[in-house]
């Protein structure tokens, strides 16, 4: 083992957990792939048998407990999130959980709380468009004052389906706009005061009762606006962008790049940009890689970068707001507490 090398336990290896242990083991520098585990025992033994060195431990608390597991990637599903991560903090190790943190403002606060009496940061969020080259250089425009200040952003956010017969309308809030939401608080360096979900008449795709496509309105601590659009079923591939609007300028983050011209004989005739990305995992790939390796390399300082424990707790609160706001079409207030007591 390299000095000082990472070594990392992957909880959850689903299509996500198990692309992130591909990355660890393939892309990512300073940091070695150890154990795995999943409910379904056979999925993370087949996984742990892909590669050498890695075991399959059933318990997940066992594998964030094990002396050999130095830090802990959560890719599980959002409800056991909380008891994942208050294990970390006990054990006193970095964790890289997906979003969302928590299922709700409250079990995202115990987290929170936990963390600070450990008295250490351990948290990152897995808010992967902060890592994405183009997000990031947005981000640092805006901040840097340029194009003057940010009056609007406008984001789309559109995947090609769901087909989960099991798929409800809150879910779009949840796991889908809960990205937008950290990007808008990234972007303005703000809080959002409050949230308006609109429902649109749905398309024919969506599932019986779910309303697809949602657009969500954010009020900024400053006065800005954020529009948002997520269609999840929108049956062509993922588009993912934002456009800062600012007094002296704007700028697009995500937008195609026209690649090579080509024409040929037969359907279609030709193309003359690039093809749109089928899913998340190909559009952010990227940004996964250079979010892990950031925080391989933070962890191993003692230190932590990217979205924090506050920004999980902060989405989640804004995310049950529009949730509220989804059911009833009106604005509703974001409520937090305040961030240096906690109280
Ligand atoms: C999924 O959970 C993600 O995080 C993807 O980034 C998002 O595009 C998708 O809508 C979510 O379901």
Same mark, same amino acid.
């Given at each position: 083992?390299?000095?000082?090398?990472?070594?990392?336990?992957?909880i959850?290896?689903?299509?996500?957990?198990?692309d992130?242990?591909?990355?660890?083991?393939?892309?990512v520098?300073?940091?070695?792939?150890v154990a795995?585990?999943?409910?379904?025992?056979?999925?993370?033994?087949?996984?742990a048998?892909?590669?050498?060195g890695?075991?399959?431990?059933?318990?997940?608390?066992?594998?964030?407990?094990?002396d050999?597991v130095?830090?802990?990637?959560?890719?599980?599903? =959002?409800? $056991?999130?909380?008891?994942q *991560?208050?294990?970390?903090?006990?054990? #006193?190790?970095? +964790?890289? !959980? &997906?979003?969302?943190?928590?299922?709700?403002?409250?079990?995202?606060?115990?987290?929170?709380?936990?963390?600070?009496?450990?008295?250490?940061e351990?948290?990152?969020?897995?808010?992967?468009?902060?890592?994405?080259?183009?997000?990031?250089?947005?981000?640092q425009?805006?901040?840097?004052?340029?194009?003057?200040?940010?009056?609007?952003?406008?984001?789309?956010?559109?995947?090609?389906?769901?087909p989960?017969?099991?798929?409800?309308?809150?879910?779009i809030?949840?796991?889908?706009l809960v990205?937008?939401?950290?990007?808008?608080?990234?972007?303005?360096g703000?809080?959002?005061?409050?949230?308006?979900?609109?429902?649109?008449?749905?398309?024919?795709?969506?599932?019986?009762?779910?309303?697809?496509?949602?657009?969500?309105?954010?009020?900024?601590?400053? =006065?800005? $606006?954020?529009?948002?659009? *997520?269609?999840?079923n929108?049956?062509? #591939?993922?588009? +993912?962008? !934002? &456009?800062?609007?600012?007094?002296?300028?704007?700028a697009?983050?995500?937008?195609?790049?026209?690649?090579?011209?080509?024409?040929?004989?037969?359907?279609?005739?030709?193309?003359?940009?690039?093809?749109?990305?089928?899913?998340?995992?190909?559009?952010?790939?990227?940004?996964?890689?250079?979010e892990?390796q950031?925080?391989?390399?933070a962890t191993?300082?003692?230190?932590?970068?990217?979205?924090?424990?506050?920004?999980?707790?902060?989405?989640?609160?804004?995310c049950?707001?529009?949730?509220?706001?989804?059911?009833?079409?009106q604005?509703?207030?974001?409520?937090?507490?305040?961030?240096?007591?906690?109280?």
């Amino acid at each position: 083992m390299a000095e000082n090398e990472l070594r990392v336990g992957v909880i959850g290896v689903g299509m996500m957990g198990a692309d992130h242990a591909d990355r660890l083991v393939h892309r990512v520098a300073g940091a070695r792939l150890v154990a795995v585990s999943d409910p379904d025992t056979a999925r993370a033994a087949a996984l742990a048998g892909r590669y050498d060195g890695v075991r399959s431990v059933d318990d997940p608390l066992a594998l964030v407990a094990d002396d050999e597991v130095d830090a802990v990637v959560i890719a599980s599903p =959002g409800f $056991v999130h909380e008891e994942q *991560v208050l294990a970390c903090i006990a054990a #006193g190790k970095y +964790v890289l !959980c &997906e979003k969302p943190l928590t299922m709700d403002s409250e079990s995202s606060l115990r987290v929170l709380r936990a963390e600070r009496e450990a008295g250490k940061e351990l948290i990152q969020v897995g808010f992967m468009r902060r890592f994405d080259p183009q997000y990031a250089q947005l981000q640092q425009l805006l901040a840097s004052g340029d194009l003057g200040r940010t009056l609007l952003l406008h984001n789309t956010h559109r995947n090609k389906s769901v087909p989960n017969p099991e798929f409800r309308s809150e879910m779009i809030v949840r796991d889908s706009l809960v990205h937008e939401v950290d990007v808008a608080r990234f972007m303005f360096g703000q809080e959002i005061t409050t949230i308006q979900v609109l429902s649109p008449a749905p398309t024919s795709h969506a599932c019986e009762g779910v309303v697809d496509p949602q657009v969500a309105l954010f009020t900024m601590a400053g =006065g800005g $606006v954020v529009t948002n659009e *997520v269609f999840v079923n929108c049956q062509v #591939g993922y588009e +993912v962008r !934002c &456009e800062a609007v600012s007094e002296r300028g704007t700028a697009i983050a995500g937008r195609p790049q026209s690649g090579l011209y080509t024409t040929r004989v037969g359907e279609p005739a030709g193309s003359w940009g690039g093809t749109v990305d089928p899913d998340f995992i190909a559009r952010f790939g990227l940004a996964y890689d250079l979010e892990f390796q950031a925080w391989v390399d933070a962890t191993r300082r003692g230190e932590v970068v990217g979205a924090t424990s506050w920004d999980g707790y902060a989405s989640t609160a804004v995310c049950e707001a529009g949730m509220q706001s989804l059911a009833s079409g009106q604005p509703v207030a974001v409520t937090l507490v305040d961030k240096e007591t906690l109280t």
